[in-house]
């Protein structure tokens, strides 16, 4: 148990983690007249996020928000087609007769999205958002967690809360605090992001090409490609060995056009690593709080589908909870009901992202060289698939909406 330091605050709700869940669900509670205080450690959002894919099923709860106007203002590039090509097969997912209003995927720096929904929440009364202020641990009574330690520019104190929810990523420290710890399913690989140049006649969207020994995704950011290279897990350190060149030389052999532009990536200074998970939670909640998001689930970077996942949940929680959140206490067989309706969805993408890091990823890294699988050829050339494929990326199994007590006119 974490020492408990002699000052503290109060809260109804605590949120651990200013991420897409931790804002969203703070900016819902706040909506609902819930005393809520989102804790995130950094001063700013202005950092380099990889995940900044806005999907339809997330478009349309802004929608609901009465924020879909101002997103809309913030600059974004849209996606209506995902084309990829797998062992030589062209697979472009149709995105074109998704149901709804946005028949797309928006690109939208992260730091952008986080703000609008943080200034959205700080119109509410109840909503206060901690910058700068670093979760710690938890604070205990008996088996209830009642609160965080946390650290901020004042030294180390305490806040109370009759419920603390985990939004703090799949290093969670509320998780670790609490000894919960989820089952892993392993993945083939990690992922090396980088940037190159973009000029205005280059092509535009996502696109993603995995052949023997290699994939590759490429992410339009406007003015510059935002690049995924799809290393074997674990073996960062090797590579980087090979030096720079060696990164050089692969990704003019999958996209031969970039060689006008390949050399403004000048060391591995530049490369980011991305440490690939896949895991999950047996259970999401323990009396007193809540995981939710990364935090209870890490998706790999397969589909893009993690941040609108964790979306998905703080609206699931924000509606089921707010009501016992009012009153004053929530029960474990409250925040049970959560994981009961956020499961299904989850345990679904992550056995198709287990699938296709199966057929496609393992493969491409392993550098085999052998036919795409079945299914990869099935869906190419049904377009019926390619529209049910976009659909499970871009919207989801058992989409939510926003609560009617937080939904405002755009």
């Not at 700013?44 to 106007?69: K, M, P």
């Not at 990164?247 to 200074?269: E, G, K, N, T």
């Not at 047996?282 to 998706?299: E, F, K, N, P, Q």
Request: proline share 6%.
């Amino acid at each position: 148990m974490v020492p408990v330091p002699p000052t503290s605050d109060k809260t109804t709700c605590l949120v651990a983690g200013g991420g897409p869940a931790g804002m969203m669900l703070g900016l819902l509670l706040a909506r609902a007249g819930v005393k809520v205080t989102v804790m995130e450690k950094h001063a700013d959002f202005l950092r380099d996020f990889r995940g900044d894919t806005v999907h339809a099923s997330t478009l349309r709860l802004l929608d609901e928000l009465g924020l879909g106007t101002q997103f809309a203002r913030i600059p974004q590039r849209r996606i209506d087609t995902i084309r990829m090509q797998l062992q030589g097969q062209p697979v472009d997912l149709d995105l074109s007769h998704l149901p709804g209003s946005h028949q797309h995927i928006a690109l939208v720096p992260q730091w952008d999205f986080l703000e609008l929904l943080a200034t959205a929440a700080e119109a509410e009364p109840s909503f206060r958002l901690m910058r700068s202020t670093e979760v710690t641990g938890v604070v205990r009574e008996g088996n209830r967690i009642v609160g965080v330690t946390y650290r901020d520019a004042a030294g180390t104190n305490q806040m109370r809360a009759e419920l603390t929810v985990a939004c703090d990523g799949r290093t969670s420290t509320v998780r670790s605090a609490v000894g919960m710890t989820p089952d892993g399913f392993g993945a083939p690989m990690d992922i090396w992001w980088f940037r190159l140049p973009r000029y205005p006649n280059d092509p535009g969207g996502l696109a993603g090409m995995f052949n023997a020994g290699h994939g590759t995704i490429m992410i339009d950011r406007g003015d510059y490609y935002q690049i995924a290279y799809i290393i074997p897990k674990g073996t960062d350190s090797e590579m980087r060995s090979q030096g720079i060149e060696a990164l050089h030389h692969v990704i003019l052999s999958m996209v031969p056009w970039l060689a006008d532009r390949v050399d403004r990536l000048s060391s591995f200074d530049d490369v980011k690593l991305l440490d690939v998970q896949l895991n999950r939670l047996r259970r999401w909640y323990s009396d007193g709080v809540l995981c939710i998001g990364d935090a209870a689930h890490a998706m790999s970077p397969v589909g893009g589908v993690g941040i609108n996942l964790a979306v998905a949940d703080a609206v699931a929680a924000a509606r089921m909870l707010a009501d016992p959140l009012r009153a004053g206490r929530v029960t474990t067989g409250q925040l049970a009901r959560v994981q009961m309706r956020r499961w299904i969805p989850t345990a679904i993408l992550q056995a198709a992202q287990r699938m296709i890091h199966t057929n496609v990823v393992a493969v491409a890294v392993a550098g085999a060289d052998r036919q795409p699988p079945r299914g990869v050829r099935l869906v190419s050339r049904t377009l019926a698939l390619r529209r049910f494929v976009g659909y499970l990326v871009a919207i989801g199994p058992l989409p939510e909406h926003v609560p009617t007590y937080a939904r405002r006119a755009g």
